[in-house]
């Protein structure tokens, strides 16, 4: 028989992700991922969305699930506000570039 013997570096393991979500979750939000993925897709066979509305609600949808991702899968939700405000701030940095870019060769108004 062996004696079971309390690790304080496991204590420490447990206390500092007592507070992530469990396996469960996040089959949860795998869930509403695939099924944000399905009514992207189902949009696209629907007849009066087209042009400006379908891209605009493919690009809404597609946030949506970025965002998703990004908190609980690349663990976000749970970093102090400097870890987010950077991300967010090069994430703002590069579409501003993106869009800048676009602008410069007028391809953002050719397309619709």
């Avoid at 469960?24 to 509403?32: R, S, T, V």
């Avoid at 809404?60 to 950077?86: D, I, Q, R, S, W």
């Avoid at 800048?100 to 108004?109: I, N, R, S, T």
Wanted: proline fraction near 4%; aromatic fraction near 16%.
């Amino acid at each position: 028989m062996t004696a079971t013997t309390e690790n304080p570096e496991t204590e420490e393991v447990q206390e500092e992700y007592a507070d992530h979500l469990s396996p469960a979750n996040y089959w949860g939000i795998a869930l509403f991922l695939a099924v944000v993925t399905a009514v992207e897709v189902a949009i696209t066979y629907i007849p009066d969305f087209d042009g400006t509305v379908l891209v605009v609600s493919l690009l809404v949808l597609g946030a949506v699930k970025f965002l998703t991702v990004v908190a609980f899968f690349m663990h976000l939700k749970y970093e102090p506000f400097t870890m987010n405000f950077m991300f967010y701030f090069g994430l703002l940095g590069a579409l501003a570039l993106f869009i800048a870019v676009l602008l410069a060769f007028e391809a953002l108004f050719d397309s619709f």
